[in-house]
Nanobody, 118 residues
Framework: QVQLLESGGGLVQPGGSLRLSCEIV????????MGWYRQAPGKQRELVAM???????NYGDGVQGRLIISRDNVLNTVYLQMNSLKPEDTAVYYC????????????WGQGTQVTVSS
């Protein structure tokens, strides 16, 4: 079965940077969206960034300009470059991959903790 393997989370000081990676192990449709959601304590899960195989990207509230999504279709991996991190970025970050063809799968990773604190 397809698995999503996240890496790159950890503890970082305010203003610092991290890069998250998510490798999709297995085969998914070439027509897809891959990206990231996050969930902070006491808050609902929210969109961070999404990358579509056709080229466009979209970002959630408050992250554009600091958090940048990219993908490598050869490595079948999606990245989230996180810069100028703030304490409010602290959350569990979940990789998501969706097949956009009719009846396609919606897949999730296990999550990786990002903590921004001095």
């Amino acid at each position: 079965q397809v698995q999503l393997l996240e890496s790159g989370g950890g503890l970082v000081q305010p203003g610092g940077s991290l890069r998250l990676s998510c490798e999709i192990v297995g085969s998914i449709s070439s027509y897809n969206a891959m990206g990231w959601y996050r969930q902070a304590p006491g808050k609902q899960r929210e969109l961070v960034a999404m990358s579509f195989s056709t080229g466009p990207t979209n970002y959630g509230d408050g992250v554009q300009g600091r958090l940048i999504i990219s993908r490598d279709n050869v490595l079948n991996t999606v990245y989230l470059q996180m810069n100028s991190l703030k304490p409010e970025d602290t959350a569990v970050y979940y990789c998501n991959a969706r097949e956009l063809n009719r009846g396609g799968a919606d897949l999730w990773g296990q999550g990786t903790q990002v903590t921004v604190s001095s």
